[in-house]
Nanobody
Framework: QVLLVESGGGLVQPGGSLRLSCAASGFAFSSYAMSWYRQAPGKERERVASIRPSGGSTYSSDSVKGRFTISRDNAKNTVYLQMNSLNPEDTCVYYC?????????WGQGTQVTVSS
């Protein structure tokens, strides 16, 4: 059973930083690309960043380039999203994602709120 559990969200002031974590289990983590998505109220879910199975970012959205960094630790079955220079537009629920044989699996999400 694929399980993705996000953590690390919270309230942060504009200009601040957070690091999100996603602990994965139930599949061969090191064999799959992983992604972070986010969704704001009333908006569609958008992909933020993706990383190859062995590491190395494959994608970052224009809205986060230069501010967010995706990474992974295959020994810990965990993917991270380091978020710097946060602004109120980054306020969203952030989700971890893996695609396995064409099926999307999601975590429960973690709320990030950027506000003074």
């Amino acid at each position: 059973q694929v399980l993705l559990v996000e953590s690390g969200g919270g309230l942060v002031q504009p200009g601040g930083s957070l690091r999100l974590s996603c602990a994965a289990s139930g599949f061969a983590f090191s064999s799959y690309a992983m992604s972070w998505y986010r969704q704001a109220p009333g908006k569609e879910r958008e992909r933020v960043a993706s990383i190859r199975p062995s590491g190395g970012s494959t994608y970052s959205s224009d809205s986060v380039k230069g501010r967010f960094t995706i990474s992974r630790d295959n020994a810990k079955n965990t993917v991270y999203l380091q978020m710097n220079s946060l602004n109120p537009e980054d306020t969203c629920v952030y989700y971890c994602n893996v695609q396995i044989f064409g099926n999307d699996y999601w975590g429960q999400g973690t709320q990030v709120t950027v506000s003074s």
